[in-house]
């Protein structure tokens, strides 16, 4: 997919190089990212809220992997931003990334990421509760600043995915409640704050989401909302942030459907269900990650070891794992692997992937059809770009591998490999425990 294909020397070639040459290059573990990919889903994106007609804002989840390259390449592409944190906002400040068109999230922002936030001017604050409000009108009467605002609301749809990663349901900690009546007294209180601009409202349903059942379930229980919130307080809602979730395909099996659906059945379904709420349509806005950046990844290891039990499983271990891919051993998440340097060769052997972390929990896929493995092999796994830099550790102490983006031939880090340095640089050692030594 993408810019992939397997060259005349039988190498896996993304974005036209060679991954044995980026193997060279820059060594392994690494993370090779398909940047044109990444541009064409932004443009996917767009083009499909374009096609809508409806006023919109598409902005990229930065939790799914945040760097200064990544936030260039999406604000090139037209996008806005979500950040979560003051060190994803730090990293979308410093590559120049127009604060008017970052949101900000969470749902335990402190007042020192407040005031980052209000001072650089940011977009809007997606506020996530009551006190969160109090503490934001505050602050921003302090700071004499009018700050624009959605309401996160937990519309109580349940998405189809893994347990750990659904949110839109009611027993969730994120959000105000629609059903419980805390999303009314929220929109009330931000309604009446001489400091708090409401937009509107916010609503996430999950993520890793084939169907488009759950948003269009999400867009209804919003119209609802804003249909009472309009009667009763004459309130209006001019935006409509529907989250992010689109699924990608990481196995056979994996049935996502194409970014421009998706947006056709959240646009659809706003048009069907805010129809006459207000005089005009709502603005919406969508916040992917894992669908721009998620199959523009790919994880270049080398074979190490192999241990095989014979009449059980055969075990090929490789020099990263769950430091640089938790997310096998945190949801059982599956992923496809090829033999790099060697993909034309017959598959012709079932093995398992196990990384070098000193826990039996650190493999990658277990039952992958390879061709014979043989140490000093390459092996590659594909969509690893979300989820999987952002979420890396430095367990066993291993250092966390680079990122290079790949286009039409070039080949460039964005990130450098760790360095052990950076492994002991914020060790310290007490004065009474170096007089012991
Ligand atoms: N907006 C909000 C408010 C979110 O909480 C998330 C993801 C997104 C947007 C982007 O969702 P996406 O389009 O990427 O599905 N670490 C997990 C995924 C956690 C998702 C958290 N929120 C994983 O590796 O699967």
């Known amino acids: 997919h993408g810019t992939s294909k397997i060259n005349a020397n039988g190498h896996l070639e993304i974005g036209g190089c060679d991954v044995v040459n980026l193997k060279a290059k820059f060594g392994t573990p690494l993370y090779i990212v398909d940047e044109q990919l990444v541009r064409n889903r932004c443009k996917e994106y767009v083009e499909a809220f374009k096609a809508s007609g409806l006023q919109f804002q598409v902005a990229y989840a930065s939790k799914a992997f945040c760097v200064m390259a990544m936030c260039m390449v999406v604000e090139q592409e037209g996008m806005s931003l979500d950040v979560v944190s003051e060190g994803e906002l730090f990293t979308a400040l410093q590559a120049r990334f127009p604060a008017d068109r970052i949101h900000f999230h969470g749902n335990n922002k402190t007042p020192e990421e407040i005031e980052m936030a209000i001072d650089a001017g940011i977009g809007c604050f997606v506020v996530d509760n009551l006190i969160e409000l109090h503490l934001l009108q505050a602050i921003a009467l302090e700071k004499n600043a009018r700050v624009k605002v959605l309401l996160r609301v937990t519309p109580g749809v349940e998405a189809h995915t893994h347990e750990y990663i659904s949110t839109g349901q009611t027993d969730s900690k994120f959000g105000f409640d629609i059903g419980n009546g805390s999303a009314f007294v929220g929109v009330e209180t931000a309604s009446k704050q001489s400091n708090i601009e409401l937009l509107g409202v916010h609503s996430h349903i999950g993520s890793q989401i084939f169907e488009v059942e759950g948003f269009q379930m999400a867009v209804q ?3 609802e909302f804003a249909k009472g919130v309009k009667q009763q307080l004459g309130v209006e809602f001019k935006v409509v942030n529907l989250g992010g979730g689109f699924g990608i395909r990481y196995v056979n099996g994996d049935t996502p459907l194409q970014v421009s659906q998706y947006v056709k059945a959240i646009t659809d379904a706003v048009k069907e269900h805010f129809a006459g709420i207000s005089n005009q349509l709502p603005e919406i806005w969508v916040e992917p990650g894992r669908s721009i950046v998620g199959d523009a990844g790919t994880t270049l290891y080398t074979v ?24 096998p051993a945190l949801y059982q998440s599956q992923y ?15 093995v398992s992937i196990a990384g070098k972390c000193c826990e039996s929990g650190d493999m990658l896929i277990w039952d992958v059809k390879l061709p014979e493995v043989e140490s000093g092999d390459l092996l590659a796994v594909s969509c690893t770009g979300a989820y999987n830099y952002s979420m890396a550790n430095n367990y066993n102490r291993i250092r966390r591998p680079g990122v290079v983006f ?14 052990f340095q950076n492994i002991v640089g914020n060790d310290l050692i007490p004065e009474r425990i170096r007089k012991q030594a």
Do not use: C, F, H, W
């Open 221 to 223: 229980k919003v119209a």
């Open 304 to 327: 190490g070891t192999q241990k095989n039990i014979p009449g059980v499983r055969k075990y090929v271990a490789v020099d990263g794992g769950m430091t640089d891919n938790p997310r």
């Open 336 to 350: 496809e692997a090829v033999l790099a340097n060697r993909a034309n060769d017959a598959e012709e052997e079932i």
């Open 406 to 419: 790949v286009k039409d031939g070039e080949s460039d880090l964005v990130v450098k490999r760790e360095s």
